[in-house]
């Protein structure tokens, strides 16, 4: 039986170092040419993971072309050119060689080294395990198969076209988006996307951002030397009045679920926006819809682009929570007028996202195996955030806590009745091995004000969270923040 020595898998997710694990036993020949492999379930059942973790390591491993799979016989190791073997066999670490030949291992370690990194609750990270390996591997295989000449040719500055048209079927069934697929622009993650859209509409216009808000966008724009003003925030969202009183001529949203306060725009203010929009022939609005697909309340609220007639709003979009941050494909949507002038001034940029990437990830939209996908990852996160509420509330935490913003979104806002000053409270949560961020880290006025209201407010981002951790944090946050 194959064996695996747990303790070396620091951060990899568990499919992740199955495959590595294998790999290097088959290049350094401990799994012998043509030797028969355990099937899924007898190798999940003796490293004690699922069958899915083990069918998606065997599935990396043959589109690589370490095993083969015969019908109704099972994997097999695949005999490797000698050449190929020598060379790799160099490059493995002669340790975990020695590990593996040990007589007698009959007892896996599953536990981490207790030195690993923080719970992290504050990044913009995923659970691994949860990535669509097998389908994935599947899809790619298929592309570099069928569609060599495709992927070898220039790239589209826009993006190939098949994503480009899958990208628009689906937000025309799941947000109400009339578009066509000339409109979209595919980028490799959004700071890209921004950087092409301050060329698109001049550098020498204010911008506007919600306070608090997304600070890397704002980051960005100070990078390029461009003006900024914080615009506040109440409990409808971005203050229309503040922009009026301001010299901003765009303004940058996430409407559907803001970042970092979890509130959503009301109706009343998206037609207020968009009529202060509307009043300038220089004013657009940056529609951010980062993690929209993840509304666990009621049904998904229209967008502002859909609701704009006046050819207003740029929307910007990403892939990153609803597969993985890895991946680092993008997207906005150009109003017509924005999409002749990129074509006239900006169209001489190549795409920067390769024709593989592009090619398997319109097959994984197009097959119907994206929809599938977020299905299967709301109701994983669902269930994880109900975890996390119920363990929290049924904790000391209860009697000074409040959630708030849960309805929506990979995170939610968990106030803290204290008198403490947030970093404060950041110092003994990290103390507990436990990262987090509080909405006074968002604030973006130059002298950090922070009013009353907006203070001991965590932002919990339990996306990257696994359901065996919730009770760490739970204990975490308690040794924490209650004064014993």
Same mark, same amino acid.
């Given at each position: ?26 290049? +350094? ?16 059942? @003796? ?38 073997? @020598? ?11 020695? &590990? ?5 291992? #009959? ?14 609750? +504050? ?34 500055? *826009? ?10 079927? @689906?937000?025309? *069934? ?79 949203? +996430?409407?559907? @679920?803001?970042?970092?306060?979890? +509130?959503?725009?009301? =109706? ?6 968009? $009529?202060? !929009? ?6 657009? %609005? %940056?529609?951010?819809?980062? #993690? ?36 680092? %494909? ?8 924005? =999409? ?10 190549? !795409? ?41 509330? $049924? ?9 708030? /913003?849960? #309805? ?15 970093? %404060?409270?950041?110092?003994?949560? #990290? ?29 919990? &981002? ?10 760490? =944090? =739970?204990? /975490? ?5 209650? &004064?014993?």
């Amino acid at each position: 039986m194959v064996t695996i020595d747990f303790s070396q898998r620091k951060n990899s997710s568990l499919t992740e170092f199955i495959y590595s694990q294998l790999k290097e036993q088959i290049i +350094s020949q401990i799994l012998k040419p043509n030797e028969k492999l355990p099937s899924k379930r007898a190798l999940a059942n @003796h490293l004690g993971v699922s069958v899915i973790t083990t069918q998606n390591a065997y599935e990396l491993l043959i589109a690589e072309g370490y095993i083969f799979s015969s019908e109704r016989s099972g994997y097999y190791v695949t005999p490797l050119e000698e050449n190929f073997i @020598h060379l790799k066999k160099e490059k493995i670490n002669s340790q975990l060689i020695k &590990n593996l030949e040990i007589k007698n291992m #009959d007892k896996i370690l599953f536990e981490k080294n207790k030195d690993t990194e923080k719970i992290n609750l +504050s990044g913009n990270l995923i659970n691994l395990e949860q990535f669509p390996f097998a389908t994935w591997a599947k899809l790619m295989k298929l592309v570099l198969k069928e569609s060599k000449e495709k992927i070898l040719s220039s790239l589209p500055p *826009q993006g190939i076209e098949e994503l480009r048209n899958a990208i628009s079927i @689906h937000l025309s *069934q799941f947000r109400n988006m009339n578009i066509s697929s000339e409109q979209i622009i595919i980028g490799a993650g959004s700071e890209y996307l921004y950087t092409l859209i301050l060329q698109l509409l001049g550098k020498n216009k204010i911008y506007g951002m919600e306070n608090p808000g997304y600070t890397k966008i704002t980051s960005i724009l100070k990078s390029n030397n461009i003006e900024c003003i914080p615009i506040p925030m109440d409990k409808k969202g971005i203050s229309v009045d503040a922009l009026e009183n301001s010299n901003v001529s765009v303004v940058h949203v +996430s409407p559907a @679920h803001h970042f970092p306060t979890g +509130s959503i725009m009301q =109706v009343r203010r998206r037609q207020e926006l968009l $009529n202060w !929009c509307s009043k300038h022939d220089n004013r657009f %609005i %940056i529609e951010d819809d980062y #993690d929209s697909e993840f509304r666990f309340t009621g049904k998904s609220i229209d967008t502002l682009f859909s609701m704009d007639n006046q050819n207003k709003v740029i929307y910007i979009n990403t892939f990153t929570k609803t597969i993985s941050p890895s991946l680092r %494909i993008s997207y906005m949507v150009l109003p017509l007028e924005l =999409v002749k002038k990129f074509r006239q001034n900006l169209g001489f940029y190549s !795409c920067t996202v390769s024709s593989i990437e592009q090619m398997t990830l319109a097959s994984f939209i197009s097959m119907g195996f994206y929809e599938k996908h977020l299905i299967r990852m709301k109701n994983y996160y669902r269930n994880l955030r109900d975890n996390l509420i119920f363990e929290i509330m $049924n904790s000391p935490l209860k009697n000074l806590s409040k959630i708030e /913003g849960k #309805d929506a979104g990979l995170h939610f806002i968990l106030k803290i009745n204290s008198s403490e000053e947030d970093d %404060i409270l950041a110092k003994k949560i #990290d103390n507990q091995g436990i990262k987090v961020s509080f909405i006074s880290d968002y604030i973006q006025n130059e002298n950090k004000k922070i009013e009353n209201s907006e203070k001991s407010k965590l932002v919990i &981002n339990y996306s990257s969270l696994k359901k065996n951790q919730i009770p760490l =944090v =739970v204990k /975490g946050l308690c040794k924490a923040l209650i &004064n014993e």
